[in-house]
């Protein structure tokens, strides 16, 4: 049981480590990756939206023949 308790206290150790490594962005850097996550995600949405337009139109098209 010791022994449990030694690997588990070693697993959290070594995620301490870990983040210590890691390179943690600048609040500017959050900010500007951020805004620019959102108008990806907003220029994609823009064009999904296009092409279910578009294809929404055609099948109309389609059923009412």
């Not at 279910?52 to 389609?62: G, H, K, P, R």
Request: glycine share 4%; no cysteine; net charge positive.
């Amino acid at each position: 049981m010791k022994r449990f308790f030694q690997r588990i206290a070693r697993f959290f150790h070594d995620i301490r480590v870990e983040l210590k490594k890691v390179h943690w962005p600048t609040r500017r850097e959050l900010v500007v990756f951020t805004g620019i996550v959102l108008a990806v995600v907003l220029v994609i949405g823009m064009f999904f939206w296009g092409l279910d337009t578009v294809f929404l139109a055609l099948l109309q098209l389609i059923i009412k023949r």
